[in-house]
């Protein structure tokens, strides 16, 4: 039996016992499949014979050759056969060889069906086409090369699993495994340096002596010399245990960059190896996901110059583990030439309508469009065929519960003992201790959960433990490149006690909160397994689960906040990233300008991206009755909280003027924000021939430490003369758009995944999410981007009318702390009693708060600092309250705002009567 034909048994019946099952040997007959052969085991000689005839009859292959040359016509003929019959369950597969060779394989009857078209189409060809047809739109796979699988994408996009060597591939662009120094001296590296010819080292070699190391995740582009591509294109990937549990993200970023580069340069071809599978050790699973999910992502580009896409490695269990993650993450989105239709995955709304079925035999599956999903089925935990299953146990017991002395039948002494092994003898609270390759289970690999009894307390010690479990749980198989998990009602049973609708809360909760913070665009399903007697639990989660929706732009998308003063060039920056001239309204007047946000989402690069475009809210001569409806604005949309700040500066020459909106921005940023801010420079032309940005920062030291404290992040763009696409020119907003998204994508992956928040934006967005509660029960049959808009504006008005008052107030009596006394409102808002237990705090202190409202010109407090001084702080907070009482009853923000700030005034003068 071939190999062919062991890959199509193990993909057809791969699960414990389902080729028996099938054959119909019930107990007395073990079938093994393995890489390289297929075993019988029975005690019966007899039954041994059986066993041989029936895969004889069963099975089938066929090797057969096309005369001269592989056709289109025929590939498409066997193509469209064979994903009719593998609808629903796996019939057939076709593989494509290099020298016309075709390989049929699967059921006798499909198989013979199949052989009956080939031999039908020789049989036309020999008497319709005496001259034989070039197949150009079948990839050129020479010396050996062989097509295992194939898949069509939108807009034609075709993806090949290809096994054969890439020095021998042609494509416009070819794919090195680089490493930081592309010292090409082992692996792929290696091979193609050595059939590119010295040339490629060479360039290599000037490349990083001109611009440095290449940092993981970049991509960059040298000649291929003498390898049949146009250009040849580095890829520098993680080395295994120096990327920070971060491997399937830079990655990710990788490819992204290399697919991208091709698009930017218009190629139509490019072929990829397994990028950091060989000598740099990551696991081939990990390496094959990740690229998968970055081609899926560039797929869903639209107005793409590459047609197709060639994932090649020569060795089998490499080629095999790429097949299998596009099995998996194409699903749905393409066709295959040997592919059933899949069985999709629930979404949010409609979890339980597949409640009532057993899902042991159900294929692994992830979750589509880069979200993570999740979904309530009825079954037994312990025969999900996904990635890792959880067990919960009380304290370090491994054995503690039922789901654990479940497995220990099916596993033996191995589980206890691997746990012990790995775990220690002690584990605490909330830990999760992963034990992989357990023999007798479907899955891979194991997690088991330390859990506390329930303590009666829903916000207790226990649910505490709980909640850092799950989120242990789930960022342990994100950073092992899971795409799945199954874990059963956890804690709810005999032994931990938990209702199950505290269960379903949290559990459900911390899911949620997991996929807003997660980086990774990688598919991922999370598999809630509740026991078919356990009809109690079903109801709690349907009931938890039938209002939840998909989630929306505020938690898919990446919030972009561009800020600088007036004409600096904002708009314009935000229409050459989006690649639109005229979506943000820009104006050639230096005197007008943006005046108020604006907010717009597209995809960029195969990346949602939310950009925000603000009108100048560090202009010295913007009025703060005219500025602050603006910047509740920002904050509504922004919630609950931005991943980039965008800092536009023009290339000029700095000016007293320029000087001060630098230090109004260092002011008013705390350290916690200048983390996600990257200083943008516009009007490029300016910049001086032959000079970096790098070098213009350097000659000027306010500016020069600014940029340190956004970590060395800037950029240039011209939005008006740079339009040309060359892949490496410095002076092209193509490549700028392209490097300042990788900017920003490895900015928010060094902050952990997530976006800069703080009480203010949590609040805006807590009383945001209440809102559109309220509009959902009345609205009927609202979009929920239509609702969270509505809701937006609904809490924005609400805030502005308390936000004129207070913060009126308080920016008389303290210069902008806008952090503290918007959390002071917003929680003003929420409890009434706050500001009465203010109004009690400050007595006592009335002399010390009232000199400090008189000089309130001395204090200085940091627009989004945290960490006000001791007299700003007791200013805001005086001048807060003289506003937030006089502004009491007004209907209008425009009311509120001039009520608080006559009553300042008057407070202001009466204190200096007084001195």
Request: charged fraction near 25%.
């Amino acid at each position: 039996m071939s190999t062919h034909m062991l890959d199509f048994l193990r993909k057809a019946y791969g699960g414990p016992g389902m080729l028996g099952d099938f054959l119909g040997f019930d107990n007395e007959v073990e079938i093994e499949l393995r890489d390289t052969e297929l075993r019988l085991f029975s005690f019966s000689a007899g039954k041994l014979d059986d066993a041989e005839k029936a895969l004889q009859v069963e099975f089938m292959e066929v090797k057969t050759d096309v005369p001269n040359c592989l056709s289109s016509e025929l590939w498409k003929k066997l193509t469209s056969k064979t994903n009719e019959m593998n609808q629903g369950q796996w019939r057939a597969q076709v593989l494509f060889g290099s020298d016309s060779t075709v390989y049929l394989l699967g059921h006798t009857k499909e198989v013979e069906e199949l052989n009956e078209t080939v031999t039908q189409f020789n049989l036309q060809r020999t008497v319709h086409l005496p001259v034989p047809e070039v197949a150009q739109d079948l990839v050129n796979l020479s010396e050996g090369n062989t097509v295992v699988a194939s898949y069509s994408l939108c807009d034609g996009l075709q993806v090949l699993v290809c096994q054969g060597d890439i020095t021998k591939q042609e494509a416009d662009a070819l794919v090195n495994a680089a490493n930081e120094d592309l010292d090409h001296c082992g692996g792929v590296a290696a091979a193609l340096s050595k059939a590119g010819g010295s040339e490629v080292q060479r360039e290599s070699n000037d490349l990083v002596k001109y611009t440095g190391k290449i940092h993981t995740g970049d991509v960059v582009v040298t000649t291929g010399g003498n390898l049949k591509c146009k250009k040849l294109l580095h890829a520098v990937g993680p080395v295994a245990g120096k990327a920070g549990g971060k491997e399937k993200l830079l990655l990710e970023k990788a490819v992204n960059s290399a697919l991208n580069l091709s698009e930017i340069m218009e190629f139509k071809s490019i072929a990829l190896p397994c990028i950091s599978s060989g000598v740099f050790g990551v696991p081939v699973t990990v390496c094959s996901e990740a690229i998968v999910t970055a081609v899926k992502e560039f797929g869903n580009q639209g107005g793409r110059s590459l047609s197709r896409i060639i994932l090649i490695d020569n060795r089998g269990e490499v080629v095999r583990a790429m097949q299998e993650a596009c099995d998996r993450l194409l699903q749905g989105i393409s066709t295959r030439d040997s592919m059933p239709s899949g069985i999709p995955t629930g979404d949010l709304g409609s979890l339980m309508d597949a409640a009532a079925k057993d899902t042991a035999k159900e294929v692994m599956t992830g979750a589509p469009e880069g979200r993570v999903h999740v979904e309530v089925v009825q079954g037994t935990i312990e025969t999900q065929q996904v990635d890792a299953l959880v067990s919960p146990m009380v304290g370090h017991d491994p054995l503690s519960t039922r789901v654990a002395n479940t497995l220990y039948k099916m596993v033996g002494s191995q589980l206890t003992a691997r746990f012990r092994k790995k775990a220690g003898e002690e584990t605490l609270p909330g830990d999760a201790v992963l034990v992989e390759n357990l023999p007798g289970l479907p899955s891979n690999a194991v997690l088991f959960l330390n859990l506390i009894p329930w303590d009666d307390d829903e916000d207790g010690t226990a649910v505490q433990v709980l909640r850092v479990g799950i989120n242990n749980i789930l960022t342990s198989c994100e950073n092992k490149g899971f795409g799945s998990v199954a874990l059963p009602v956890l804690g709810a049973g005999i032994a931990l006690r938990f209702p199950d609708i505290e269960v379903a809360r949290v559990l459900l909760e911390e899911v949620q909160k997991f996929e807003q913070s997660r980086a990774s665009k990688t598919p991922f399903l999370v598999r809630i397994t509740i026991h078919p007697t356990d009809t109690e639990a079903s109801e709690v989660f349907k009931a938890f689960t039938k209002n939840i929706h998909s989630p929306d732009q505020v938690s898919t998308s990446k919030r972009i906040v561009l800020l600088g003063k007036t004409g600096s060039g904002k708009s314009n920056l935000a229409n050459t990233i989006f690649g639109e001239a005229e979506l943000f309204a820009t104006y050639n007047s230096p005197n007008s300008g943006t005046t108020e946000c604006q907010t717009e989402t597209r995809t960029v690069k195969g990346r949602s991206i939310t950009l925000i475009d603000t009108p100048g809210f560090f202009d010295s001569e913007r009025s703060e009755e005219d500025i602050k409806p603006e910047i509740m604005s920002c904050i509504t949309e922004c919630a609950p909280g931005p991943h980039a700040f965008l800092i536009v500066l023009k290339v000029d020459r700095f000016t007293e003027h320029e000087q001060a909106v630098i230090t109004k921005i260092l002011q008013y940023f705390s350290e916690d924000a200048l983390k996600y801010a990257v200083i943008v420079f516009t009007h490029g032309d300016q910049l001086p021939k032959g000079k970096t940005i790098q070098e213009f920062v350097s000659k000027n030291k306010n500016l020069s430490d600014l940029v340190k404290k956004c970590g060395s992040r800037c950029h240039i763009f011209d939005n008006k003369y740079w339009k040309n696409k060359q892949q490496n020119d410095y002076r092209s907003n193509q490549f700028q758009v392209e490097d300042l998204l990788n900017t920003v994508d490895k900015m928010v992956m060094e902050n952990s995944g997530g976006y800069y928040t703080n009480g203010m934006l949590q609040t805006v967005e807590e009383e945001i999410k209440k809102e559109e509660e309220q509009i959902k029960q009345s609205s009927g049959n609202m979009q929920q981007e239509e609702i969270r808009q509505h809701a937006k504006r609904n809490v924005s008005n609400r805030f502005l009318i308390q936000l004129a008052g207070t913060a009126t107030g308080a920016l008389l009596g303290a210069f902008f702390g806008v952090e503290a006394l918007l959390r002071l409102v917003i929680k003003d808002v929420k409890g009434p009693e706050l500001m009465k237990y203010m109004k009690g705090f400050l007595i006592g202190r009335a002399p010390a708060a009232a000199a400090a409202v008189g000089a309130e010109a001395a204090v200085v407090a940091t627009g989004a600092a945290i960490s006000l001084t001791t007299a700003a702080l007791a200013t805001g907070v005086m001048g807060g309250i003289i506003g937030h009482d006089a502004a009491e009853g007004a209907e209008t923000a425009m009311e509120a705002a001039e009520r608080a700030a006559n009553a300042v005034r008057d407070k202001r003068q009466s204190v200096l009567r007084l001195q």
